[in-house]
């Protein structure tokens, strides 16, 4: 049923319980798993340096981050590639699964409170607004971890 | 005021610009020109010798890394390309800006003449992290677009040296002492760097800020612009800055830190908003002006090179693009007298709306074809990409 899988990864706790659950149900469907991190560069930079620095930065965070997510689907035998990409997080999300043909994709929640919500915009209710495919919102721990 | 309470006010800002900038995830200028418009309006700050200088300092340190940042191989490569656009992307606007400002507007020859200027420039930054989101910028296409962007820049300055400099002694000393000094200063660099580097007292910094207020100076008793000898000496630099990228990072963190917070909150502090609510029907003229004149330009041109009909509207709009180029522009045009405050402030929210209304309507109507795409994301996603299993 669930052929490519998708998780929006920024390596934040959300978003490991995300990738848990991914490497549940990819294990189970014998899947392949994308986990996709995208960076935000700064809106109207103001030199080039502003925008090097933001991809250096996250470059440095994925790293680690890819590390041990990598570690998780070697546990669980399964094919986890690690994308990158850059521009708005919602966005750049809805456009790689489109375009790669994502059967599911799976997110954490930050659990925002609606001001904050407001304010940053929530990644997860945009996906399952903009999304061209399932998407499972993981709230708390992912399912396998309880 | 005392001067330390002044220093607090006016680094407290650039502090309050950062945290901003950090959290939203907006570029620093644009939230420093913000800032400084609102500290210029409501608190009622000022600027003294000291600010001037810091933010004078800073106006040429930036520029000179932006100079530096030009890729010189893909500009042998592709020259003529990025030298036909570069200079096309900074003409047109630089005419129609001129032309309708001194002939419907009514303002001065001098004003026409920084108006055209300051909406005549292209902003590599932006261009650049558009590039970066689509992946572009690994592509020859985002090459060439980047090389004639700095083209573009190169005129900007250039025409800021030119245009208002006293054809004297002292402009003929300052074009000499440049065309001595900047076919050496790679060679001369090199070997300080080979000698010096990486020392507390830091010789290497010294030695550029020499170079360049020692050109700034002459440049100025020309009544010429000290950015454009930084500019020229940031673009023969390149070379060796992309070997020396710890250099450019410790001299990237001297100017964003302390100097540059200077220019962009002074830059903000002249506008006045109610100069800025009068003039809303020329600051929506001047904008049209300044992105129909680049698309009157550029968009024939990028066909002439076989662009594609997407990727050439793509490229126009980015081109039309600016922010850093325009504001120094505005600013010089300012502190000499050649504007007023009002027309400033019409001219630096043209250039800062130039900096967001082409890059929305790019992205979403012109972004590049699918194909392109696909080799974009490809070739933006990380070189870390592997398969884990």
Not at chain 1, 30 to 39: F, L, N, P, R
Not at chain 1, 118 to 124: A, D, I, T, W
């Amino acid at each position: 049923m669930f052929k490519k899988l998708m998780v929006a990864f920024d390596g934040s706790p959300p978003s490991f319980a995300a990738l848990r659950t991914a490497l549940d149900l990819a294990q189970k469907y014998s899947a392949t798993v994308a986990s996709v991190s995208v960076v935000h560069l700064p809106d109207y930079a103001g030199t080039l340096d502003e925008v090097d620095e933001n991809i250096q930065r996250a470059r440095q965070y994925y790293e680690k981050a890819l590390q041990q997510a990598a570690f998780l689907a070697a546990e669980k035998g399964v094919e986890l590639t690690p994308h990158m990409l850059f521009g708005h997080t919602g966005e750049r999300l809805v456009e790689f699964a489109s375009h790669e043909g994502t059967d599911l994709i799976v997110t954490g929640a930050r659990g925002l409170g609606s001001l904050k919500r407001y304010l940053l915009g929530s990644v997860s209710n945009y996906l399952v607004n903009h999304a061209p495919c399932p998407v499972l919102v993981i709230r708390g721990k992912a399912p396998a971890e309880k | 005021m005392d001067i330390y309470l002044q220093a607090t006010v006016w680094v407290g800002l650039a502090f309050l610009a950062s945290l901003v900038s950090v959290r939203l995830g907006i570029s620093v200028a644009m939230v420093e020109i913000f800032v400084g418009a609102l500290g210029g309006n409501f608190l009622g700050i000022q600027a003294t010798p000291w600010i001037n200088f810091l933010a004078g300092v800073g106006s040429i340190l930036l520029t000179f890394l932006a100079g530096a940042e030009v890729d010189p191989a893909v500009l042998r490569r592709r020259w003529k390309e990025s030298l036909v656009i570069g200079s096309v992307s900074f003409l047109f606007p630089f005419l129609a800006a001129m032309a309708y400002t001194y002939y419907v507007a009514g303002w001065s020859l001098p004003a026409a003449k920084i108006a055209g200027i300051a909406l005549s420039t292209t902003s590599v930054a932006i261009v650049y992290a558009v590039m970066v989101e689509t992946g572009l910028n690994k592509t020859e296409l985002g090459k060439i677009i980047l090389t004639a962007c700095f083209i573009t820049d190169l005129g900007t300055v250039a025409a800021l040296g030119v245009l208002f400099a006293h054809y004297n002694l002292w402009l003929v000393i300052f074009l000499a002492a440049l065309a001595v000094l900047l076919p050496f200063l790679p060679p001369l660099a090199r070997s300080l760097f080979a000698n010096c580097a990486d020392r507390v007292s830091e010789p290497e910094t010294k030695f550029f800020l020499l170079v360049l207020f020692g050109l700034g100076a002459l440049a100025v008793k020309a009544n010429s612009e000290a950015v454009l000898p930084a500019y020229l000496a940031g673009f023969v630099m390149a070379t060796v800055f992309a070997e020396q990228r710890q250099f450019v990072r410790r001299l990237r963190g001297l100017s964003f830190a302390f100097l540059t917070p200077f220019y962009f909150l002074k830059a903000g502090m002249f506008v006045s908003f109610n100069a800025l609510f009068a003039g809303i029907g020329l600051i929506t003229v001047l904008l049209a002006v300044k992105m129909a004149a680049k698309v009157a330009g550029v968009w024939p041109l990028t066909t002439l090179f076989r662009f594609g009909r997407n990727d050439s509207a793509y490229t126009t709009l980015l081109m039309s693009t600016g922010l850093t180029f325009g504001t120094i522009a505005s600013l010089f045009g300012l502190t000499h007298g050649y504007i007023t405050q009002s027309q400033y402030s019409i001219l630096v929210t043209v250039v800062i709306l130039s900096g967001v209304v082409p890059t929305l309507v790019a992205q979403a109507f012109f972004k590049p074809e699918a194909e392109t795409v696909e080799v974009a994301q490809k070739t933006s996603t990380i070189p870390l990409e592997k398969t884990f299993s």
